[in-house]
């Protein structure tokens, strides 16, 4: 979770979803490092220029001074740690126009001689952080985001991040006691989650049949399932990573396992929207298994 400009920006990563802890924290670190460089940290200079809805004056810390509700001067204020800077210019001396100028000058003046820049963060470890990654703002200021254009960039974000879900095959194969029929029965589930959200079950009846015995006919079932599905090229990656742990399995443990694949829409997913591209110019994803660069094709010799 990130905070910008008072508003909370996060994202839940859960473990079931990425493949486990290593690789959900993976992608909360990238997400992390995705909205820094969209949303830089706002600097002191920027929260000092930066105009407020009661402005009336179109120039940050320049406002008015008033008599009985009559506009009598301008002022120019300047807040630092330190101490506040004031200086206030008379219309009666100066005339309304001129003594606006005088005090948009005198703001410009106290920026200049007493107004440093930093980052505005919560602690020193985000102070340094940020200077480590933004400290060519500090010497180039930008100006400070608006909410519109925040929450854009991070819903754009977001539906990136969306299309980056791992297709996620579930199988589970569970011995039930049925108190009605008499006998056990195995219970065989298989699910795809996140895109196609695909479900089909099987029943096999314990009355006749060992676990041991029924377990070819489930692996079958499963073998037809999973190649439908996504052809014999996962087939044979789920049936390399789980085959051992299924055949000995017992109708006491049963078996569950839960495979990841690269997202529906890869590998074009890969590549961030153009609005963000931009501003992640050399932002690179988490090296997981199911994110991985397609190779380039070497150039063929002549």
Same mark, same amino acid.
């Given at each position: 979770?990130?905070?910008?400009?008072?508003?909370?920006?996060?994202?839940?990563?859960?473990?079931?979803?990425? !493949?486990?802890? =290593?690789?959900?924290?993976?992608?909360?670190?990238?997400?992390?490092?995705?909205?820094?460089?969209?949303?830089?940290?706002?600097?002191?200079?920027?929260?000092?220029?930066?105009?407020?809805?009661?402005?009336?004056?179109?120039?940050?810390?320049?406002?008015?001074? $008033?008599?009985?509700?009559?506009?009598?001067?301008?002022?120019?204020?300047?807040?630092?740690?330190?101490?506040?800077?004031?200086?206030?210019?008379?219309?009666?001396?100066?005339?309304?126009?001129?003594?606006?100028?005088?005090?948009?000058?005198?703001?410009?003046?106290?920026?200049?001689?007493?107004?440093?820049?930093?980052?505005?963060?919560?602690?020193?470890?985000?102070?340094?952080?940020?200077?480590?990654?933004? !400290?060519?703002?500090?010497?180039?200021?930008?100006?400070?985001?608006?909410?519109?254009?925040?929450?854009?960039?991070?819903?754009?974000?977001?539906?990136?991040?969306?299309?980056?879900?791992?297709?996620?095959?579930?199988?589970?194969?569970?011995?039930?006691?049925?108190?009605?029929?008499?006998?056990?029965?195995?219970?065989? $589930?298989?699910?795809?989650?996140?895109?196609?959200?695909?479900?089909?079950?099987?029943?096999?009846?314990?009355?006749?049949?060992?676990?041991?015995?029924?377990?070819? =006919?489930?692996?079958?079932?499963?073998?037809?399932?999973?190649?439908?599905?996504?052809?014999?090229?996962?087939?044979?990656?789920?049936?390399?990573?789980?085959?051992?742990?299924?055949?000995?399995?017992?109708?006491?443990?049963?078996?569950?396992?839960?495979?990841?694949?690269?997202?529906?829409?890869?590998?074009?997913?890969?590549?961030?929207?153009?609005?963000?591209?931009?501003?992640?110019? !050399?932002?690179?994803?988490?090296?997981?298994?199911?994110?991985?660069?397609?190779?380039?094709?070497?150039?063929?010799?002549?």
């Amino acid at each position: 979770m990130l905070l910008r400009q008072g508003k909370d920006i996060q994202r839940d990563f859960f473990d079931q979803i990425f !493949g486990g802890r =290593e690789m959900s924290l993976a992608m909360a670190i990238a997400w992390r490092d995705a909205v820094l460089r969209l949303i830089p940290p706002v600097t002191k200079r920027q929260a000092q220029t930066a105009l407020r809805r009661s402005n009336t004056s179109g120039v940050s810390g320049v406002v008015t001074k $008033r008599n009985q509700g009559q506009v009598v001067g301008w002022v120019a204020i300047l807040s630092t740690p330190e101490r506040n800077y004031k200086k206030s210019f008379s219309t009666k001396v100066y005339g309304h126009d001129r003594a606006k100028e005088l005090a948009i000058a005198e703001r410009q003046r106290l920026l200049e001689q007493y107004g440093t820049d930093a980052f505005i963060t919560q602690n020193t470890h985000a102070t340094r952080d940020a200077t480590q990654h933004f !400290g060519y703002l500090l010497d180039n200021p930008q100006p400070t985001l608006a909410p519109t254009q925040i929450a854009a960039r991070i819903r754009a974000l977001h539906q990136w991040f969306d299309q980056l879900y791992p297709e996620h095959l579930f199988v589970r194969a569970k011995v039930y006691p049925s108190r009605t029929r008499g006998y056990t029965r195995i219970n065989v $589930r298989i699910s795809l989650d996140r895109t196609q959200n695909h479900v089909v079950t099987q029943e096999l009846s314990l009355a006749k049949h060992s676990y041991q015995q029924r377990l070819p =006919e489930i692996w079958q079932f499963i073998q037809a399932t999973i190649t439908d599905w996504h052809g014999k090229d996962r087939w044979q990656s789920f049936a390399t990573r789980h085959e051992k742990a299924f055949m000995a399995s017992t109708a006491e443990t049963g078996f569950q396992a839960r495979d990841y694949s690269a997202p529906l829409g890869y590998p074009d997913c890969l590549t961030p929207p153009a609005s963000l591209q931009p501003m992640l110019a !050399g932002f690179a994803l988490p090296a997981l298994p199911y994110l991985a660069p397609v190779p380039e094709t070497p150039a063929a010799h002549k």
